[in-house]
């Protein structure tokens, strides 16, 4: 069947009816069989002059959004080619950021709402005999107000840079913000109400808090971009209803970015081109109406950036631009950069300057600094993790990251580490080790012959005298009398060496402590970490930064897998995800006191792959790839818990 542009009516209701992929098919075929009737030839030839391809494949690339701002454009007549055009000359500046990954959405213009099935509704009320305007839906259900209420309070926390398309929805809501939307779809006048709406909101809560888990998170690991790709129709009336009325900050239509929805719409388009005929003749630069517009309109988002900027800047401390140092044979620079341009990730509240190091050798030449960890191409930031840990790096605070255990906390540091060139020294605080490991001691050498008593420095002095991050390894497991060694030096006033004549050694501006941990300081909370002691509170008091760091959800971990192992097939990586995620929550309920980290499932991964051509089948190489990784080193208590998890698994 080809469709013609006369089927819209009967095409968007092919569309509701379809799933995610289904209907993403369904509009390219709609737009690519009419597209002589929803843009003009030129348009088109200017877009596949600007895309370098034929313009049946930009609509095959670009997101589906754009494609209904094409047939909106259409149906109101308002067609212009800039809606298009700029995205592919200047995505930097015109482009939405991707919805997964780093980048930019390839032509997807800032100006189109990032929602579907709200263009849709835009079209469904220029198509004659739908009138959606008057449509009322039937009483939602607490779980589709459920759903709502948290996509929309994750679409905003998207939108401030705190959170990812690629993360579980967002369930970490207050009850008066649950209030709150909850009587703006009562309110709203399109959905029929429930018979008691106190009660039905008190539900709602209730129901919310019971997808949520100790830690506040979110028990399903189901992303943000499936739930909202996969919405019901009338999830998506509602999120309209509460990001328009509860987040008016949320970019919602076209009235957020580009000059031509803004101004141009006050006026009547069968009007504005006489208008724009006479101005464009009555002043000598031959300006059109709707081009005075567009700079007027510019102008004011130049006002906007520039009050921004200038609140950014009240609230940043005074670090020098660029200063100089020598550490051994290697010279270094501190250069602010854009936390956002260090990470590649396109989020707004990492929009910030941060210090990095750039190291020289004796002939000038960039080099790494031999203790700055190397970069791991694989690894997953995750943008609130980088946002908490970058503002403390920045402010010069100290940082607690703490977490069970495998989640990657050292990693998380010595990963920034690396990209910002800083120099990492680790410390493990293990119950064996003394004030003398860490601050030095006084020690016999041999000089012209004779014996002399000479202090040695630590490793802590050697740290603080230059720019680095010293990684304090189960900070919570540190013997209380070696962790008073650090407590002055922690306070950013020095560190008094009584060993050696009560020599103080003081901290370099950019010297930061890191420390690690399985608790929050309180002791531990599980009872599986043995060794870890409650925190002196002074102690505590002197880190101004404490970042929780759990397990990857299952599809960060999937996609970081499938990086690792490009050859492992998707559904046996899915199978691995799933079994640690499993294994995982066993562990956090008490019903295991084993566990399996990224690095165990990337091992897990490593001998399938190994075994599964000299193995009879794939089946005996995974079951002896999870033997050797968590399996063999189960204790009996926990052996056969791991197995059934196992076998239900990778059946």
């Known amino acids: 069947m080809r469709y013609v542009f006369a089927d819209l009516k009967s095409f968007i209701t092919d569309y509701k009816n379809s799933d995610g992929e289904h209907s993403r098919k369904l509009i390219r075929k709609f737009v690519n069989d009419c597209a002589d009737e929803i843009m003009p030839k030129n348009y088109q030839s200017l877009i596949e002059k600007a895309s370098g391809m034929s313009f049946r494949r930009y609509v095959e690339s670009v997101d589906r959004c754009v494609l209904w701002q094409m047939i909106l454009d259409c149906q109101t007549n308002s067609m212009d080619e800039r809606t298009y055009l700029n995205p592919l000359n200047e995505p930097n500046q015109y482009c939405h950021p991707k919805r997964r990954g780093s980048g930019f959405s390839f032509g997807f213009n800032k100006s189109i709402p990032q929602d579907d099935y709200r263009i849709m509704r835009m079209v469904e009320a220029e198509v004659p005999d739908i009138g959606v305007a008057s449509k009322q839906y039937s009483t939602p259900t607490m779980i589709q107000l459920c759903q709502a209420v948290c996509l929309a309070e994750h679409a905003q926390k998207i939108y401030a840079g705190l959170l990812s398309h690629d993360e579980p929805v967002d369930v970490t809501i207050t009850d008066a913000t649950i209030t709150q939307c909850c009587q703006a779809v009562y309110d709203s006048g399109l959905f029929l109400l429930p018979d008691d709406t106190k009660a039905y909101t008190t539900g709602v809560i209730a129901y919310i808090r019971t997808t949520t888990d100790d830690n506040g998170q979110n028990v399903d690991s189901t992303t943000y971009e499936t739930v909202n790709d996969n919405k019901e129709e009338i999830v998506g009336a509602m999120v309209d209803v509460i990001n328009q009325n509860v987040y008016q900050n949320v970019p919602q239509s076209t009235e957020s970015s580009t000059t031509k929805t803004k101004m141009v719409d006050e006026f009547d388009p069968s009007l504005l081109n006489a208008i724009d005929v006479m101005a464009?003749?009555?002043?000598?630069?031959?300006?059109?109406?709707?081009?005075?517009?567009?700079?007027?309109?510019?102008?004011?988002?130049?006002?906007?950036?520039?009050?921004?900027?200038?609140?950014?800047?009240?609230?940043?401390?005074?670090?020098?631009?660029?200063?100089?140092?020598?550490?051994?044979?290697?010279?270094?620079?501190?250069?602010?950069?854009?936390?956002?341009?260090?990470?590649?990730?396109?989020?707004?509240?990492?929009?910030?300057?941060?210090?990095?190091?750039?190291?020289?050798?004796?002939?000038?030449?960039?080099?790494?600094?031999?203790?700055?960890?190397?970069?791991?191409?694989?690894?997953?930031?995750?943008?609130?993790?980088?946002?908490?840990?970058?503002?403390?790096?920045?402010?010069?605070?100290?940082?607690?990251?703490?977490?069970?255990?495998?989640?990657?906390?050292?990693?998380?540091?010595?990963?920034?580490?690396?990209?910002?060139?800083?120099?990492?020294?680790?410390?493990?605080?293990?119950?064996?080790?003394?004030?003398?490991?860490?601050?030095?001691?006084?020690?016999?050498?041999?000089?012209?012959?004779?014996?002399?008593?000479?202090?040695?420095?630590?490793?802590?002095?050697?740290?603080?005298?230059?720019?680095?991050?010293?990684?304090?390894?189960?900070?919570?497991?540190?013997?209380?009398?070696?962790?008073?060694?650090?407590?002055?030096?922690?306070?950013?006033?020095?560190?008094?060496?009584?060993?050696?004549?009560?020599?103080?050694?003081?901290?370099?501006p950019y010297f930061r402590f890191i420390a690690t941990a399985n608790s929050r300081g309180q002791g531990d909370e599980y009872g599986w970490y043995q060794g870890v002691r409650p925190m002196n509170l002074a102690t505590l008091d002197r880190f101004g930064s404490f970042i929780e760091v759990n397990y990857l959800a299952k599809d960060q971990e999937a996609k970081l897998i499938s990086k690792q192992f490009p050859s492992m097939a998707s559904d046996r990586v899915q199978q691995v995800v799933q079994f640690c995620k499993e294994i995982r929550e066993a562990f956090q309920g008490g019903e295991l006191s084993t566990t399996i980290s990224p690095r165990g499932a990337f091992a897990m991964c490593q001998y399938f792959l190994h075994l599964k051509d000299l193995m009879p089948d794939e089946n005996q190489a995974m079951k002896s790839a999870v033997e050797t990784v968590i399996t063999d080193r189960a204790p009996m208590d926990s052996k056969q818990r791991v197995v059934e998890i196992a076998q239900r698994c990778f059946q």
């Open 280 to 508: 464009k003749g009555a002043n000598k630069s031959g300006l059109t109406l709707t081009d005075i517009l567009a700079k007027v309109d510019e102008k004011d988002e130049e006002i906007a950036k520039l009050k921004t900027i200038k609140a950014t800047i009240s609230s940043v401390p005074l670090i020098p631009q660029a200063s100089k140092g020598e550490q051994d044979d290697l010279t270094y620079e501190v250069v602010m950069e854009k936390a956002s341009k260090v990470f590649n990730k396109s989020v707004k509240a990492m929009k910030f300057d941060i210090p990095t190091l750039v190291w020289k050798n004796k002939q000038g030449s960039v080099v790494r600094h031999p203790m700055c960890p190397e970069v791991d191409d694989y690894y997953e930031f995750r943008p609130q993790h980088l946002i908490k840990f970058l503002s403390a790096h920045l402010f010069g605070q100290n940082i607690w990251v703490h977490g069970h255990t495998g989640t990657g906390k050292t990693t998380l540091a010595e990963q920034i580490a690396s990209r910002i060139g800083y120099p990492v020294f680790r410390l493990n605080l293990d119950s064996n080790m003394e004030r003398a490991d860490i601050v030095g001691s006084k020690e016999i050498v041999v000089e012209n012959g004779q014996p002399t008593t000479t202090f040695i420095e630590g490793m802590l002095p050697k740290a603080m005298v230059m720019p680095c991050f010293m990684i304090l390894d189960e900070m919570d497991g540190g013997m209380p009398d070696i962790l008073f060694a650090v407590q002055r030096a922690l306070e950013k006033k020095g560190l008094v060496l009584t060993e050696d004549g009560g020599r103080l050694v003081e901290s370099h």
